[in-house]
């Protein structure tokens, strides 16, 4: 059996690759604006043409997203959410996800968080308190980053902030359903008080609860 030979990679590709190493570096981060079409053409030397395959191309993969007179933002860091974007998970999916994921990042909160992670969460928790009903998820799901942070557990870290988006997209749907509660304890405000306190099993108990309770009224309204 003879191999086929090795194809030369295509300058959008070698583009694409540059970027890519610029969000997983670090050098981009999370949230923020990328240098705009000129200047990347510039550093590159390549055509506008050639920039903008390598731009949409990340922006499929889930990793940039491209805001028409606003700017192309780093939307993650790697491409495991763009996959999971495609997978066309439910919302049952997405709850059965976290409740695989966070009882466990709570219980390692709870045993590994610092002073600068409690204080993080408990900034993320008030500001989920007075935030308008526009701004709440956005407000929900950091305090979820903020305590999967507290786990210090790198790749678990990764893993679930790659299931943000799609978090972000079913709290979002959820909002405007009948019975819907913002204010629930449960996985937020009581995980703080046990990861304060040092307790990894009520901080598990509590963001277990917490999911329990969704999928409970999650299945009530499917009913």
């Known amino acids: ?120 969460i408990t900034a993320a928790l008030a500001t989920r308190a007075a935030a308008s009903d526009e701004d709440w998820v956005d407000a929900d799901v950091a305090v979820h980053e903020a305590v999967a942070r507290a786990a210090h557990n790198p790749i678990l870290f990764e893993i679930y902030t790659a299931l943000l988006p799609l978090l972000h997209e079913s709290m979002r749907a959820a909002q405007s359903q009948e019975g819907f509660c913002r204010n629930e304890p449960r996985g937020h405000d009581e995980v703080l008080a046990a990861i304060t306190h040092r307790d990894p099993e009520a901080a598990a108990a509590s963001a277990a609860a917490n999911l329990a309770a969704t999928v409970e009224w999650h299945e009530a309204l499917t009913r």
């Not at 981009?28 to 903008?52: F, H, K, S």
């Not at 007179?69 to 495609?86: M, Q």
């Open 1 to 120: 059996m003879t191999l086929d030979p090795v194809q030369q990679r295509s300058l959008s590709d070698q583009v694409v690759e540059r970027l890519r190493a610029e969000i997983v570096e670090g050098r981009w981060q999370l949230g923020e604006r990328i240098p705009p079409e000129p200047e990347l053409m510039a550093e590159l030397e390549v055509a506008r043409g050639t920039l903008r395959e390598a731009l949409r191309a990340l922006q499929y993969s889930g990793m940039l997203e491209i805001r028409r007179g606003d700017g192309t933002f780093v939307r993650a860091t790697s491409e495991v959410p763009g996959a999971l974007a495609r997978s066309g998970g439910s919302l049952l999916d997405v709850l059965e996800a976290r409740n695989t994921l966070e009882p466990q990042l709570a219980r390692f909160a709870a045993e590994r968080a610092n002073a600068d992670d409690i204080a993080r």
